[in-house]
């Protein structure tokens, strides 16, 4: 069958959303890397080698490479749990998931000030014990884990609901422990629903700025990850240095666009494969 023609409606709406798009997404990555490369390649390639940007990378791949994988941990039990099991506290767990999408990530970040700062419940205990979170490494990954974990667990759990119990019940009848039954038999048949989740996580776990923010200190060299670098540098009208940085940033963010669609391509063809 050939496709039925649009209504002009239907093409005016088309043109509006493309219209939106180009001014308020595709516009704004343009003068991103068009401010970055204003000044030539070698200011731009100077401004990523500088000490502080150094370090600001390195420590949002830190960041990103402890909060992602906690983040895949607890979301593929957490699924397991809710999609396949029926207990006390289930629809409690599922809005615990939740609490982070409801919750501003400046808020989440106050939260460990008041709970882990030198003035905070637990802060004299630490001090006394020289264990330092907030303006620390420590309190920027805890942010980072707040702010991202529900993104493993909200894809798998719609696609475990979907898949339902036959399977898993199957491979308990036949002797399969329950271990065996979650890597041979649950597992695999989620791995584009995690991967898709572990994508998402890390995107945005590197490029968190809200909750990070306020328990870094904003020490440079130190507690500054990517995002609080290029605060700094704008702040500071070194422009050049802190578009550089964010193309950084926003080719992280195409990177991540492309994999999904080729994830989500994947997912959909392996969907019409097992219908």
Request: net charge neutral; proline share 5%.
């Amino acid at each position: 069958m050939s496709p039925r023609p649009l209504p002009t409606n239907a093409k005016l709406l088309v043109l509006a959303t493309l219209a939106f798009l180009a001014v308020f997404l595709l516009l704004p990555l343009v003068i991103v890397f068009v401010e970055a490369f204003g000044h030539g390649l070698a200011a731009y390639t100077a401004a990523l080698v500088e000490p502080d940007a150094l370090s600001a990378m390195r420590l949002t791949l830190t960041v990103a490479a402890i909060a992602v994988p906690v983040n895949v941990v607890f979301g593929l039990f957490a699924s397991w749990a809710i999609a396949k099991f029926d207990f006390r506290g289930r629809s409690l767990l599922i809005t615990f998931i939740d609490l982070p999408f409801s919750v501003s990530p400046v808020v989440a970040g106050l939260v460990y000030v008041l709970l882990f700062g030198a003035q905070g419940w637990l802060g004299p205990w630490l001090d006394s014990h020289d264990i330092q979170i907030v303006f620390a490494v420590p309190g920027i990954i805890l942010a980072t884990v707040f702010v991202t974990f529900p993104f493993v667990a909200r894809e798998l759990i719609p696609l475990m609901l979907e898949q339902g119990r036959d399977d898993e019940e199957a491979a308990l009848s036949l002797g399969a422990s329950g271990l065996q039954t979650f890597l041979r038999v649950t597992l695999p048949n989620v791995r584009w629903g995690l991967l898709y989740g572990v994508l998402l996580c890390n995107a945005r776990a590197m490029g968190e700025f809200g909750a990070v923010s306020v328990v870094s200190g904003h020490l440079r060299g130190l507690t500054n990850t990517m995002p609080l670098h290029v605060e700094i540098l704008y702040n500071e009208y070194n422009f050049v240095a802190a578009f550089a940085v964010a193309s950084l940033l926003a080719g992280l963010a195409l990177v991540t666009l492309v994999l999904k669609t080729l994830v989500e391509a994947r997912f959909q063809h392996h969907s019409r494969r097992n219908a």
